[in-house]
Each structure stands twice: as structure tokens, then as C-alpha cells.
């Protein structure tokens, strides 16, 4: 019932920008916390960045500075811009939302940074 679908991945040179969305739908509540998480290949799923229906925001070290997470209440979506961006940043990313006990979670979607 619930989805989510990401979108805006692919390759990009060490230095540029890309700006990845994810639109939820099915019934969800109104009071949420929305992320963003990547896995590299043989590492364990990490959070990037998230952002709480009231938007509060919270970031990993890594990538402060580079990357904004922002939401649109209305749409049902979540961004996440990406500049600077570096070969390590390179992996899955995933959409996310919670509240509470609920988990759901994007199919992904490939972010490939070449130096």
C-alpha cells in the first residue's frame, strides 16, 4: 500500500551536483521523519541525511556542507541536492519514512561519482 519511489541517480563527475526525489504514496501519517540512506557495496546501509515533517533536519559528517535534504509536505516528496560530490559518495540510495514503529523503504536508486 505504501511506496516509495526515488529518482534523479546516475553518473556524475567528482565536483558536480545531482539532486535525487522521492514521492511517497498509500496512507501514511502526516507526522513522519523522511531520509535518505546509501550502501556501498559490502557496507552496511548508512543514513545521509533526514528530515522530520516539521523540518528539522539532521545530516552524517560526511557529507555536511554538500548535500540538503528538503521536503514537500503537499507532494509527498523528499530531496536530496548533492554538490561537491566525490567518489565515495558513490552507492545505493535509498528513500526512506518512519514514525514510531513504521519502516518502509524505496527500491533505490544508483549515484555513481567518478573521479
Known amino acids: 500500500q505504501v511506496q516509495l519511489v526515488e529518482s534523479g541517480g546516475g553518473l556524475v563527475q567528482a565536483g558536480g551536483s545531482l539532486r535525487l526525489s522521492c514521492v511517497v504514496s498509500?496512507?501514511?501519517?502526516?507526522?513522519?521523519?523522511m531520509g535518505w540512506y546509501r550502501q556501498a557495496p559490502g557496507k552496511q546501509r548508512d543514513l545521509v541525511a533526514s528530515?522530520?515533517?516539521?523540518?528539522?533536519?539532521n545530516y552524517a559528517d560526511s557529507v555536511k556542507g554538500r548535500f540538503t535534504i528538503s521536503r514537500d509536505n503537499a507532494k509527498n516528496t523528499v530531496y536530496l541536492q548533492m554538490n561537491n560530490l566525490k567518489p565515495e559518495d558513490t552507492a545505493i540510495y535509498y528513500c526512506?519514512?518512519?514514525?514510531?514503529?513504521?519502516?518502509?523503504w524505496g527500491q533505490g536508486t544508483q549515484v555513481t561519482v567518478s573521479s
Open positions: 528530515i522530520t515533517s516539521g523540518g528539522s533536519t
Open positions: 526512506n519514512w518512519r514514525w514510531v514503529t513504521k519502516n518502509y
Open positions: 498509500g496512507s501514511i501519517s502526516r507526522i513522519n521523519i
